[in-house]
């Protein structure tokens, strides 16, 4: 008898032994996981394709790849958000597709104004000169001598639900809320290099330039420069992907994404913002009495709901089912200190346990246990911070800002859950 006829025999008769276990037994033991057993189910008495050759060797595919059966799990772009070409586009991340709290690699959502330059890493050099005492060029092995340094932190694009201030614009969490991502990072704190260059005292900013072919410049105070700003080469544990600015960037921890100049190549110090002569772009946002905010920089606190949603409804459930609802909590302003869940838009709300790593800056990962009843919900998630910042109401948030903003949406997202257990994007307005 050969060995797989054995294995077989013996998933058979494993089988048989817990098929006289009674049901309530089963059900004990796992009150979730619905038990679907059924003698004749091939895949367990039946030997697999996979199971009766030889796999792959690994050096078919030295570089791993996802399961082609996970071939759905992608960054997505939407037309509506696009300059005129996929260059300067936004690619949104699959965010209710993942888990814990660390985005991969290759469905890191990417934001660019002028497409995805492939730089030569030995041709890359980092200037830094302005207000210094002694200016520096770097080449990236240079630069990887200071002694690094990994941080868990999230980049957010302030536009990120930007397109839903005046309502609901897309059924789906990915495109509403897709535009972000959570990583390792690696690299050096930028105060480490900036105490080898020295800082005159009149330095009160910091211009970025990237080197890619929009050479995008943003401008940064002086103090977020020397508390936590980095510059990163790591990205959960390898180079940074092309997509994210490889071989470097600037990671300014929980502040604006736009902020996070990829493809680093020029750090100047000056005495006065660049965008005072109008040299770099810089986000507004307009409010209702005409007067816009002109500097915020912090993404605020936020959650969603990411399990059910849209594209992961509750339409296989049955009354009585035990369902796990999960989401993602951040801000750039502090460390998540809890999250509220409330089923009935916002009237009542219970509290959802966080899990796993709880960082400064990073997005968190809530859950709440709940029985499921077959009746229509208004789910939403409200987060707080450990800064003192709760999120507002859409109400509240609409009050403050009107409708004709386009960052920094930050008010309390709702999913409407049908009778039937389908799942949609609406906005509670009392
Ligand atoms: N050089 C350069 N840096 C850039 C951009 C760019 O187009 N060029 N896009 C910015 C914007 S608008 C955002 S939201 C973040 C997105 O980072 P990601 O593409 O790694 O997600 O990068 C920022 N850094
Ligand atoms: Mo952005």
Redesign the pocket.
Known sequence: MSSSNKEQLSRRAFFKKSAQYSVGAIAAASAIAPVSMKADDPAIIEEQPWATQLGDPVTKNRYGLPSPYEHNVLRRNSKLLRSGNWQASIAMTPIHELMGIITPNGL???????GIPHIDPNKHRLMIHGLVEKPLVLTMDELKRYPNVSRIHF?????NGGPEWRGPQFNTVQFSMG?M?CAEWTGVYLKDILADVGLKPEARWMLAE???S???GRTVPIDKVLDDAMIVWGQNGEALRP???YPI?LLLPGW?????????ARLEFASEPWYAKEETAKYTALKPDGKAIQHFYANEVNSVITSPCPEKPWTHLKKGDIVEIEGLAWSGMGTIEGVDISFDGGKNWVEASLKGLVLPKAWTRFSYIYKYEGKPLLLSSRARDDAGHIQPTVKQERSVMGVESVYHRNAIKTWQVTEKGEVNNVQVLS
């Open positions: 890191f959502f990417s934001r660019c104004h002028g980049i957010e694009c302030p536009a535009m991502s990237g080197g890619d929009s050479h995008m997509e994210q600015g960037r604006e994404g736009n902020l996070c100049v990829k493809w680093l």
